[in-house]
């Protein structure tokens, strides 16, 4: 699903995210992505949808070879991602069935498929009585399910998440870790990039733990490993 090897990141400013990088994540894990802040985290999840490319290494995600693809064919990789922020970023003019069947309009998929994706969706998330509210009336938690909601709709291999609780409490948080257990357990591969020492540590997956753009830990049922 997911092979890194030896990659490097560094910004024009001079600045290392990440160093010498090697990785391989399989169809189905289900792995968070742990360090403190500027750590390389945010640069590892960019790299993987192509928001930046690696400055040396190879990478490649979901068959694709993301450092010699043609710009052409990058959108048909992010077709195969669902990719999920911590601001949401969700497009205020629309409800939440607009914003939802708007990941579907971009890949031309005909109308009563649209229709039927999207309403399954909304009952994977619990919003399917939201359908016609806009962001502005929804919590952030509500919103969060949204942004889920559009990422899954076109049944992506992968899904990428970073830090999608970091701007819930703490239960709401865990409404969205069982959304994304579910999401997993369909065969779904997630990677999240986190900070929520609780959740890493109560569910017991896969963690890498990235320190000064290198991973300094890789454990099959890992815990956090710094302090909250």
């Given amino acids: ?33 742990v360090g403190a802040s500027g750590a390389g985290k945010s640069t ?4 993987l949808f192509r928001e930046v490319l690696p400055s040396d290494g190879t990478l490649s995600v979901n068959g694709y070879d993301v450092i010699a693809m043609s710009h052409g064919d990058v959108p048909y990789l992010r077709r195969s991602l669902g990719v999920i922020f911590q601001d949401f970023r969700l497009l205020p003019d629309k409800t939440v069935f607009e914003n ?4 579907m309009q ?15 969706v909304l009952d994977i998330v619990g919003l399917r009585d939201k359908y016609k509210c806009f962001p502005s009336q929804l919590s952030g938690g509500e919103q969060q399910r949204v942004a889920i909601a559009r990422a899954i709709v076109n049944n992506p291999a992968l899904v990428i998440a ?11 948080s865990w409404e969205i870790m069982d959304i994304f257990k579910r ?3 369909s065969g779904t591969t997630i990677v999240m ?5 609780h959740i890493v540590d109560t569910m017991k997956r896969r963690v890498i733990a990235i320190e000064d753009g290198h991973i300094v830990r890789d454990e099959a049922q890992g815990v956090y490993g710094y302090e909250a």
């Fill in 193 to 197: 990039a986190t900070h929520d020492k």
């Fill in 44 to 47: 590892f999840i960019r790299l």
């Fill in 1 to 33: 699903m997911i092979e890194m090897k030896d990659v490097s990141k560094i910004y024009e400013n001079g600045a290392v995210a990440l160093e010498h990088v090697s990785v391989e994540i399989g169809k189905g894990e289900f792995v968070f992505i």
């Fill in 106 to 120: 971009v890949i031309e998929a005909p109308r009563r498929r649209i229709q039927h994706s999207v309403n399954a």
């Fill in 100 to 103: 939802v069947a708007f990941a």
């Fill in 162 to 172: 970073d830090e999608p609780t970091g701007n819930l409490d703490p239960e709401t």
């Fill in 183 to 185: 999401i997993n357990s």
